[in-house]
Nanobody
Framework: VQLQASGGGLVQAGGSLRLSCAASGRTFSNFGMGWFRQAPGREREFVAAISLRGGRTYYTNSVKGRFTISGDGAKNTVYLQMNSLKPEDTAVYYC????????????????WGKGTLVTVSS
């Protein structure tokens, strides 16, 4: 499975960005996709994930109400709409995919794409 992410950039606090990620190659019946992020000097953290077949979503608390994850199961594509961005959202965002995602928080996934940098200025 290969993942191609796009959509990062520089935005002012309070602004919005939309990340996209397309998966190609083999997929699975419980295929899930998600986003993680890693800020400078910090460990990678889970942001959001979605089950592409069932549409179940899950978010880390710090982004609830501001970020929305959505997916297109037919295209194996996931999006992350990020609104009301804060400087603390600055990080490299990684798209990931899991063969058997059943919802909820996960520490890691099976496949990873290259990161895309999101910088939020104050």
């Amino acid at each position: 499975v290969q993942l191609q992410a796009s959509g990062g950039g520089l935005v002012q606090a309070g602004g919005s960005l939309r990340l996209s990620c397309a998966a190609s190659g083999r997929t699975f019946s419980n295929f899930g996709m998600g986003w993680f992020r890693q800020a400078p000097g910090r460990e990678r953290e889970f942001v959001a994930a979605i089950s592409l077949r069932g549409g179940r979503t899950y978010y880390t608390n710090s982004v609830k109400g501001r970020f929305t994850i959505s997916g297109d199961g037919a295209k194996n594509t996931v999006y992350l709409q990020m609104n009301s961005l804060k400087p603390e959202d600055t990080a490299v965002y990684y798209c990931a995919a899991d063969r058997f995602y059943n919802g909820g928080y996960v520490a890691s996934m099976d496949y990873w794409g290259k990161g895309t940098l999101v910088t939020v200025s104050s």
